[in-house]
Every structure is written in C-alpha cells, then in structure tokens.
C-alpha cells in the first residue's frame, strides 16, 4: 500500500466539518506556520519538498512562488485554480467536496506565505454543490479565528472568497481565470506580463492548482525533506490520478509518484486490470490534451524500461515515443476502442471550448474536428491524414495560450501512433463508419 | 535603452518598446505584417499571430533562445536581444499557416469588396500566402448588418482582430454596445441586441478595420480606391482635429478618412461630422496630394511626384539618366 498524505482520511464520516477535520490533525499547518515560521520559510520549505504544480504543467510551485513580485504597499493574491474541465480529469473535484477544510487549510497557510490577505478560489460554475460545501468550510474556519483579522493572534489578516466561474474550459487557463475573476470574458491575456509580476486586478498573483495548495500543509506540518523523499527523482510526492475508461475499477487513485504504470493499471489495489478481460489498446495519462499512447508504449518506454507514474518517466522519448503526466487524468482504451472516433471527440471538445481570440486556435481547432468528422463518417481522403499532422503544427506553439497545443497534440499522436487505423477509414471508408466499426489491426509503432 | 538585432540589423530603442516597434524603426519589407496592433488602441494586438518571429536569444543576461514564436507586437525587446524574421524558415512557414486559417472564411471577393487596395489582409496574403486552400468545409457565411445608417458590418470577412471593439471602448462615449460574441469560430462582432453604434467618432470603426468587414455605407461601391486621388486637407472642428484625407474622383470627394501613417494606422482620430458629412472642397482647405507607399496599389496612378535619392541617379542605366534629364523629378531627396 502505498503512502497517502492527501487522502488519509478522506473516508472519515464528517471530515468536511471543522470539528471532525481538526480531530485528525486538521489545520496544524496554519498553527505551525502562523506562530512559528516566517512566510520565507514556508516558501523555504515548499521549495525543498520539490512538489510541481498538479494542474498539469508541472513547475516547481516553490520557483512559482519565489518569482511573486513584491512591491511595498501593494496588494498580492493568491489564487485557487478549482476551474476543473478537462475531459479524464475529475480528481479536484473529489478532494474539494470531500475533504473542503484541506483546501481551505492549504489556501490559509499558502496565502500566508505569499504574503496575501485577500485570496480566492476560483471554481469552475458547474460544480455548484462543492462550491456550498466550500462556503460552509470556509465560514466554519471564520468562525473558529483561522480566517478574518489577526488570525491565532499572529497579526496576520487574510479574507477568503470563493468565485464560481461561467463553466468555460478556457477559464481554467490561468490568465483567462484572472480576466473572468475580474469580471471579463474570459480570454487569456497575452504573456509577458505574467501573473506573479501583474495578475488580478494588475498586481502580483500566484494561481495554484486544488492538489498543489492541498498539499502545502502537509509540507508544512511534516517537512518539505520528507515530502520530498516519497517518489523518485524530481517527480516529489503523491499524485492523485482521476482513473477512468475500460477500466475494472475506475476512479480517483492517490499513488506515491514512480509507481509502473503496468502495475497502476492491472494490480488489484487501483484499477484492477482491463473489463471484461479485454487488452488494452490505448492510454491517454494525463487528461486529454497530453498525446495518446499505445499499449506497447504506455507499459514500457522504447528503451525497453518500465514505465513510471512520473512527470519524468512518462515524458521518457519526448512526444516521439513518450507523453505527458499533465493533470492525471488516467483514461484507458480497450481494443474495442476506435481512435479515430476518440480524436474526433476530443477534438470536438477543444473547438468548442476555443476562446476564439487567436487565429490559429479559432480556426484550426474548427478545421481539425471537421476533418476528423469527415474521416470517421466514411467521406475521408488520404491527403486528410496529413493535413491533419499540418494543420496542428500550424495551431502548435502559436496561440496566445495552451489549449492550442491541448487541441494539437491528441491529433498529432493519434496519426502518429496509429496512422494504419486511420487510413483504414479512408481505404474501409463505408465499413469504418458503421456504429461500433473498429479496425482490428495492430497499431504501429514510431 | 536597449539594443537589439533584427534580422542581423543591430537597432536600439528605448526600454520597454516592442519587438514591432523596434522593427518599425528600422523600417522596409523587413517589419513583421500586423493584423490586429493597432499603436493608438490599447491593449490590441497578439490575437492575430501574424507578426510572430523567433527569438533567437533572449537577451544579454539570458542569451537562451525563446522557446516558442512570439508575438512581435506585444513582446517587449530586451538589451541583447536577437531577433529573427525574415530569415528564419520557421517564422516564414508559420506566416503561410495564419494566411491560410485567416483565408478560411475570409472571401476573396476583393473584385468587389470596397476595402480591395487598401487591404490588410490582401497584403498579408499577397507576401506570404500560396495561391491554393486545402480547406473542403461549409464556410461560414453572414446576413450584411446596418450598424447605423453610415455604416455596415459585413461578418462574413471580419477576421476577428477586434480593432474596431477596442476604437468603440477607448474613442466613442456612451457606454459599450459593440462586441464579441460567441466563442471560437462562432465568435462574432455584434452589436447589444442589434443597436447601433451613433456617437460622435463611431466612424473610425471604417477605418480601423484591417479588411472589408466594416465598410462606409456613404462610400459603399461609388469606386475602386485606386482610381481615387487622396488629397490631405484641414478644417477647423470643433469635435476633432479636422485634419484628413480626402479622395477624389474628379472634382468630386467620394470619401474622407483619417490620414494614416506607412503601417496604415490613424494619425489623429476624426469625427463623423468631418467623415460623412463635409464633402464639398468648399469645406476644406487643401494642403496637396497625400503620400501613398511606392508599394501599394493606390500609387499606381503616382498622384505624388516620386522622390529621387540623388545619390543613385550615377548608378542608373544611360538611358534612365537621360529620360530623367528630359523630365526631372520635382522632389530630389
């Protein structure tokens, strides 16, 4: 059984109480850091646990936290990034209903340490059920002197508010968040300058992820070198992964970083293997956005080598043989699975979440879903398959924010790792576009 | 100040300019294309990704190379920057790749688009385009729409550049009716609920527009811009400047706009009463024929005298010499 230091006791009948949450060691990180650490030594220590932001992108949140400018006299804010819509991806929502005193905690001792008395939770419209459960969290934590002035009597104001957004995906970006936060549309803002240097409201802001701040008091409480001895390498800690597709047992799986992927998918402790005892054929680890990858991949690098639940590991061979940890959202594919019809919906998803701003992303992602509907109804062409790989380069690394690539890449890794299955819908056109057609051939490897 | 290189051309301008502006200084065909910056408006510009170039060294204290395009217009230079353009391959692919995804819906119906000659995009398309789509898909396609009585929105060209959002917010008063709906390719210019756009300096919209979506309902069809003569002219307004271009098909002024500079941006912001309403020479006062770039193809009909640089004059074929002997130019630089 692996450690886990999020979920320990996410099981425990009212652990969303304050009451019940303090009786098993609840908010002893704001006690600890609040009267007995300055705010640079929580940073210190957010440093040496090594933890990178869990929201997808993976960059040390103590180097986040240290670029924060700090002008005298000027306001800085931190802000929760709850806006959770990748599809695969499901894992912050669980943590924020079931276990809301964490993130408040975490968002408390965070905003201490960035020096920020006013700090929001920005969360995505939809979930308008944890949204009350937050508020109910957060007024119990007013209640009992954690938020408000003079906090424990250490002199330090902090005030809380939770923000639903208009349940836009693009608002998960994080500039696009700060515009819709400030009461915008929700556009991502062009870069530099970037949020720690003129965030919210034009000032210094740090926007964290749900399980990087949900992580921070037990750095806190136990030590950023003892977080940091639990996974391997640079890739610190635990990880949550939303698990879910063909899958026995799907569902939210907090691992100790570095555990195969072979062993993540088929031992009985997490999903339990493959349903209805078929293979596997395919793996997207981490949320939609990040290139899908063959079984023969996913299990093993090219070198041969074990695959890791690793920020490290998976992105072994680059996007030419490797992938991406992203958000860990965990989807797999058994072989009745067509990933023709998969990419177009995926594809379909990031068009219409395009915020429309850039040309690129406007009308490439458009562009890509149509063609993808055209191979998968039977109206392909040969041409259509590399027009596909030319037109997410074009969108690839040219947008004003990621989900250009988020729409690129589950294309261009799909023709990559499984071009056969693609021109069977051109060559088998009336066959592949019967419901449930799947081409039975064996995907290639690059 | 900074220094940077551009395209190996080394220039130094002032901290915090932009990776454009510093190409601008230098000037020539080597100044990215800009769609949607627009100098006078704030906030404009990175939506169009026309103007992306590599950066080859972030500067001196950090001479790593970026690891994307940036956007020229929006990117601030830093000393020891180097910067690349027209020489890098990349920069020149990705600007085929925006040509084709602006062309996408865009309609080549510039044969009768008013804006044809005085176009943005046809440039843009003209420099770094190919002459073939690849794209098989419905385009989509709009209703014209009546923004007021002097103007017209015509979606269907509209690129999405949001020049003319952000003249409507930062030049008109009387609050915001004017904006983006919808969202990726469904996005479009709108008005609130089909209001118009009726205060004092809503015409500037005409002008900002890098293509043909919004065009002058006065000037609509009346003439292909080349076969206009753009003459600068000034009247005392008691709402803007009054200084302006007023063009001319014979003895008559088929439409008045704001004078522009080289990269077709306004030098002064004109009211509606100068742009639709004063269109008699009486009105004016004339100050002579209004510079056109040697590249465009207004000057076809050289309206101004060319410059001649006296120093090439040596270099040029016999024959040229004394063609020029016979008729010198009137303007020597």
Not at chain 1, 13 to 33: F, N, P, Q
């Amino acid at each position: 059984m692996g450690r886990k230091l999020l979920t320990e006791h996410i099981n425990v009948e009212g652990i969303d109480t304050l009451e019940v949450y303090r009786k098993h060691g609840g908010y002893r990180s704001v006690e600890k850091a609040l009267k007995t650490m300055t705010p640079d030594e929580v940073v210190e220590e957010v440093k040496k646990s090594g933890l990178r932001g869990r929201g997808g992108a993976g960059f040390p949140t103590g180097m986040k936290w240290s670029f924060l400018a700090k002008p005298e006299g000027v306001p800085r804010y931190l802000v929760c990034n709850a806006d959770e819509s990748e599809p695969g991806t499901f894992k912050d929502r669980q943590l924020m209903s079931k276990l809301p005193h964490l993130l408040v905690e975490g968002m408390i001792t965070s905003s201490y340490a960035l020096g920020a008395n006013t700090s929001y939770i920005y969360i995505r419209g939809e979930l308008l059920y944890v949204l009350r459960i937050l508020e109910k969290a957060i007024a119990e934590a007013y209640a009992a002197g954690f938020l408000g002035k003079n906090i424990l009597g250490s002199g330090y104001d902090l005030d809380l508010h939770v923000h639903p957004g208009g349940g836009a995906y693009i608002c998960g970006e994080e500039t696009a968040l700060l515009e819709s936060l400030e009461g915008k549309r929700g556009n991502p803002r062009n870069k530099p300058p970037f949020p720690a240097v003129q965030g919210l409201y034009a000032r210094p802001t740090v926007v964290n992820n749900v399980e990087s701040i949900a992580a921070v008091p037990v750095i806190v409480n136990d030590g950023g070198e003892e977080y940091a001895k639990i996974g391997v390498g640079r890739s610190t800690g635990t990880k949550l992964f939303s698990a879910c597709g063909h899958l026995n047992k799907p569902g939210i799986y907090e691992i100790e970083l570095g555990l195969p992927v072979e062993e993540f998918i088929y031992s009985d402790e997490y999903c339990g293997g493959i349903w209805k005892g078929r293979e596997l054929k395919a793996v997207v680890a981490g949320g939609s956005s990040v290139p899908i990858l063959p079984k023969e991949l996913i299990l093993k690098t090219a070198a041969g080598e074990p695959r890791l639940m690793s920020y490290e590991s998976l992105s072994d061979g680059g996007f030419v043989t490797g992938t991406m940890l992203g958000s860990g959202g965990f989807i797999a594919m058994d072989e009745t699975t067509c990933i023709v019809r998969n990419t177009w919906s995926f594809s379909r998803f990031y068009h219409h979440e395009s915020c429309g701003q850039c040309s690129p992303c406007r009308e490439g992602t458009g562009w890509l879903e149509k063609v993808l509907h055209r191979l998968e109804h039977g109206h392909g062409h040969m041409e259509d398959i590399d027009l596909l790989v030319s037109v997410a380069k074009q969108i690839e690394g040219n947008t004003i924010c990621p989900l250009g690539e988020a729409a690129a890449w589950p294309v261009a890794a799909a023709v990559r790792h499984f071009r056969d299955e693609f021109e069977w819908h051109v060559t088998h056109a009336k066959e592949a576009a019967q419901p449930g057609a799947v081409y039975q051939g064996k995907a290639v490897l690059a | 100040m900074a220094k940077i290189t551009f395209d190996g051309i080394e220039v130094e301008v002032p901290d915090g300019t932009t990776i454009l502006n510093a190409a601008r200084q230098i000037g020539g065909s080597i100044v990215p294309p800009a769609m949607c910056y627009y100098t006078p408006l704030k906030g404009s510009g990175g939506k169009c990704r026309a103007c992306l170039v590599r950066v080859a060294a972030g500067s001196t204290k950090d001479p790593r190379p970026m690891p994307k395009l940036v956007a020229s217009c929006v990117t601030p230079v830093q000393d020891g920057m180097v910067v690349e353009n027209t020489k890098s391959e990349q920069v020149l692919d990705v600007r085929k790749g925006i040509v084709e995804m602006l062309l996408i819906n865009h309609p080549l119906d510039c044969p009768v688009c008013d804006q044809a000659g005085e176009c943005s995009l046809q440039d843009f398309a003209f420099e770094h385009g190919v002459s073939t789509t690849r794209y098989r898909e419905e385009r989509r396609t709009f209703e014209k729409i009546d923004i007021g009585p002097l103007i017209q929105l015509h979606m269907t060209r509209c690129i999405l550049c949001y020049r003319c959002v952000y003249t409507a917010d930062q030049i008109s008063e009387g609050g915001r009716v004017h904006g983006v709906l919808g969202r990726g390719d469904a996005a479009e210019i709108g008005t609130y609920i089909e209001n118009i756009i009726d205060n004092d300096f809503s015409g500037n919209v005409i002008d900002v527009c890098p293509v043909g979506a919004l065009t002058d309902k006065t000037f609509r069809f009346k003439q292909r811009v080349w076969f206009t003569k753009p003459v600068n002219a000034h009247r005392d307004c008691p709402k803007c400047a009054g200084n302006v271009t007023l063009w001319y098909k014979g003895k008559d002024v088929l439409r008045v706009t704001a004078r522009k500079d080289q990269y077709g941006e306004v030098k002064e912001w004109i009211c509606n009463e100068c742009r639709f309403d004063k269109k008699e020479t009486a009105d004016w006062t004339i100050e002579g024929p209004a510079h056109i770039e040697r590249s465009s193809v207004i000057s076809a009909n050289h309206y101004e005298l060319p410059v001649l640089n006296q120093s090439v004059i040596a270099d040029l074929p016999e024959s040229t010499q004394r063609d020029l002997e016979k008729n010198p130019p009137l303007k020597l630089g």
